[in-house]
T-cell receptor
């Protein structure tokens, strides 16, 4: 596609529910990142994929968070037993080749609100 | 752990003035530095990417400099316009492939 696409753009859920957020990167981009941004702060790293594998998942806050990228393209961030503190904007970014040299392109984000 | 700081946190200027946004980082072993713009409720738009071997990059009215040894970058926006009002974020990538962000500078350009 022309840019990084994220769905849904907004998600309101109740505490304890399961949520999936989807990211469709720019075609051909092998590096994919998930970030989380709280109001008034810069984005915080969650997980980095190179191809199908999670090269670094050290930013995932706990085991309720999980992400997959089974075919090396679309990625899904999964959050189990959501808590109010999970409310944030979840941003996805992709890059051509290795991310340490290439420019990162971000999607519009998925705004998650946990009531 | 890389720490990125942006000063000031907010800036308000009249239209036509030049803007100077500062970014500092604690670990100088970076691969590149990227400046982003973020409008309210939107994602991040890449403005400029500076590789670690470069000292500056220019795009239109924007110029970004990088002094890797001192851990600093500056974004200059010439002849500011109301449409430049947004939050500007600085981010660095190190050997761990993680993009570390500052908290941003929120700019308001008054017409």
């Amino acid at each position: 596609g022309a840019g990084v696409s994220q769905t849904p753009s907004n998600k309101v859920t109740e505490k304890g529910k399961y949520v999936e957020l989807r990211c469709d990167p720019i075609s051909g981009h092998t590096a994919l990142y998930w970030y989380r941004q709280s109001l008034g702060q810069g984005p915080e790293f969650l997980i980095y994929f190179q191809g199908t594998g999670a090269a670094d998942d050290s930013g995932l806050p706990n085991d309720r968070f999980f992400a997959v990228r089974p075919e090396g393209s679309v990625s899904t961030l999964k959050i189990q037993r959501t808590e109010r503190g999970d409310s944030a904007v979840y941003l996805c970014a992709s890059s051509l080749g290795t991310a340490n040299t290439g420019e990162l392109f971000f999607g519009e984000g998925s705004r998650l609100t946990v009531l | 752990k890389q720490e990125v700081t942006q000063i000031p946190a907010a800036l308000s200027v009249p239209e036509g003035e030049n803007l100077v946004l500062n970014c500092s980082f604690t670990d100088s072993a970076i691969y590149n530095l990227q400046w982003f713009r973020q409008d309210p409720g939107k994602g991040l738009t890449s403005l400029l990417l500076i590789q670690s071997s470069q000292r500056e990059q220019t795009s239109g009215r924007l110029n970004a400099s990088l002094d890797k040894s001192s851990g600093r970058s500056t974004l200059y926006i010439a002849a500011s316009q109301p449409g430049d009002s947004a939050t500007y974020l600085c981010a660095v990538i190190g050997a761990d492939y993680k993009l570390s962000f500052g908290a941003g500078t929120t700019v308001t350009v008054r017409a």
